[in-house]
């Protein structure tokens, strides 16, 4: 293995190796279907604005995951006056996202040219049933030594013990030789910054940062990873 500054890559995983927007539409159909209603483009609208209303509450610690996972549908059934009954969709949604492999593109390339050269660990606010189901679906398991989820953790980024949890999951806490790679600003890049430890956003969209929040590099395609992390 080359000696090069890092040692440890830690990437988050929907939004920057996930595909979840891809995932999230597929799992609401199928759900749907099951109780024999048809999809609609305002039911994944609507989803989308209560879910990451409520993943901001978990990011904050005001809301835990297992509550979250019923609260969304009993507001979007409420909203959408469906007479769905919101705990046996839940069980449905989640068995559906779970099979789901959809990735962000790129991301095999990426990890077969890091995985020789690095150690990789996956770090994502998520419910650990989904969330294993679907790096086993995608095969993204073998490539990563760690996978560290929220809800076996018992906390989410960007709390700094989410970090700390993780550095001594690993077993590493050479700081200066990690990095933490992630699309969300408020929950990848701020853990990373609160725990002093280099970051790498993913920005695909070329999205303005109006936070106070910065990361230490910035990207546009995970490709460009490769020459941040070889330097």
Not at 15 to 32: I, M, P, R
Not at 84 to 106: C, H, M, R, W
Not at 198 to 211: A, F, L, Q, V
């Amino acid at each position: 293995m080359i000696n090069y500054k890092y040692k440890w890559l830690l990437f988050d995983a929907d939004g920057t190796l996930l595909d979840y927007d891809q995932s999230e539409k597929q799992a609401l159909s199928v759900a749907l279907k099951v109780f024999q209603v048809d999809f609609q483009t305002l039911y994944l609208e609507k989803y989308r604005r209560i879910n990451s209303n409520l993943w901001s509450e978990l990011e904050n610690g005001t809301i835990s995951s297992e509550k979250l996972r019923v609260r969304r549908f009993e507001i979007l059934f409420a909203d959408l006056n469906l007479d769905i009954n919101p705990v046996s969709f839940s069980e449905q949604y989640l068995k559906a996202l779970g099979q789901t492999d959809f990735l962000i593109e790129g991301t095999i390339e990426i990890l077969n040219k890091l995985s020789g050269n690095f150690k990789l660990a996956i770090i994502t606010n998520g419910i650990k049933d989904v969330q294993n189901g679907r790096f086993q679906k995608t095969g993204l398991n073998k490539y990563f030594e760690y996978l560290l989820i929220s809800e076996e953790l018992g906390v989410a980024k960007p709390d700094k013990l989410f970090f700390n949890h993780t550095l001594d999951k690993i077993n590493f806490h050479k700081k200066s030789e990690i990095l933490v790679i992630g699309d969300s600003l408020k929950s990848d890049i701020l853990g990373g910054s609160l725990s002093n430890i280099d970051t790498c956003w993913y920005n695909p969209s070329n999205k303005n940062n109006e936070t106070v929040i910065k990361p230490t590099y910035e990207i546009r395609d995970l490709k460009e990873l490769i020459s941040i992390v070889t330097k």
